[in-house]
């Protein structure tokens, strides 16, 4: 691209961010979750914002030189310092008196968030910085090829915990992540769905209104590590949290303050069966009733029936 191109492209997009910070014409997959979820949160925060974003699919799909899709200040960071470089903007934004005027969002996929980057996210939300941290969850690396993550859920089928004569997937239990860091006794932690976007902004909201360190969990599916149809997105986010899987909670100080309550809990075999990451329970109900057996936990320990 030439000057005048470059020029040209830059006024049609300031055009276009006159409606979103965060907007369309990126590379993400057709109904990736996370795009439309970091539009919903982006959307909340409105101008006044500041985003450090770990490196990931969203980083990698917003941001592709010399576009961009983000119509505010926005920093890559490493994987594993996003909490880290936004402790620094926002200690520079206090000390030069503008802390009330900018939000600053850090952000990162599951990797990046539970595994890589959580000793930055934990020194964040102990030093007490004022910045909203969102971890996308599509539970598993999937911008370098759908491995396990610490947030991947028992028995699924990735790349680097592979389905075999002697493996039903995933040996392990997702990390929880949220209690870690409502442990911190912070101001505000929450976990929210894209399957329900209200839920999820009047969360941003609350975290954004409130001073000192935050943490929301986004819980946002990938058809492509998840094997499944890009127009289910939302259908499947939603049985997730209706079959106790992913539970909507908040926390204040350290205490379980909310619940979003399920009504009528589903099944985990609803959820599994329209993703081909878990189509080997079909035929392994040991491994299934395992499966269910944390979804029944999560349901008693949270009541969220
Ligand atoms: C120190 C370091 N290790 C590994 C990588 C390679 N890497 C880049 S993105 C990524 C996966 C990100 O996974 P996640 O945080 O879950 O985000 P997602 O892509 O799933 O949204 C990895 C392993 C890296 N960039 N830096
Ligand atoms: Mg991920």
């Known amino acids: 691209m030439n000057n ?10 300031a055009e276009h961010f006159d409606e979103h910070c965060f907007v369309s014409g990126h590379t993400a997959c057709a109904g990736c979750g996370q795009s439309l979820a970091a539009r919903l949160v982006a959307d909340v925060a409105g101008k006044n914002l500041m985003v450090v974003n770990a490196t990931g699919c969203l980083e990698v799909f917003s941001t592709k030189a010399p576009e961009t899709a983000w119509g505010i200040p926005w920093v890559h960071s490493l994987f594993e310092n996003a909490a880290a470089v936004a402790s620094g903007v926002e200690a520079a934004l ?3 008196g503008q802390i009330d005027k900018v939000r600053v969002i850090a952000q990162g996929g599951d990797g990046g968030t539970a595994d890589i980057g959580l000793q930055a996210l934990s020194g964040m939300l102990e030093r007490g910085h004022d910045v909203l941290y969102v971890c996308y969850d599509n539970e598993a690396y999937m911008n370098t090829g759908i491995q396990r993550s610490g947030l991947t859920p028992l028995n699924t089928n990735t790349t680097t915990s592979p389905i075999g004569s002697n493996s039903s997937g995933n040996p392990k239990f997702k ?6 860091c409502a442990a911190h006794k912070i101001p505000y932690a929450a976990s929210a769905s894209v399957g329900y976007p209200q839920d999820l902004q009047k969360k941003v909201k609350r975290a954004l209104d409130t001073r000192g360190p935050k943490f929301i969990h986004v819980h946002v599916p990938c058809p492509l590590g998840w094997a ?9 986010a939603k049985l ?11 926390y204040e100080y350290g205490k379980v303050t909310k619940v979003f309550k399920i009504g009528a809990v589903k099944p985990v075999a609803d959820y599994i069966k329209l993703q081909g990451r878990f189509k080997h329970l079909a035929k392994n109900q040991e491994a299934l009733s395992a499966l269910q057996k944390v979804a029944d936990q999560n349901i008693e320990y949270y009541g969220l029936k």
Do not use: H, M, W, Y
């Open 240 to 250: 997730a949290v209706a079959c106790g899987l992913f539970p909507l909670v908040e």
């Open 94 to 96: 206090r000390v030069t």
């Open 175 to 180: 990390k929880p992540l949220l209690e870690i």
């Open 4 to 13: 005048d191109e470059l020029n040209k492209t830059a006024s049609q997009t």
């Open 228 to 236: 499944a149809e890009p127009s289910l997105t939302l259908e499947i």
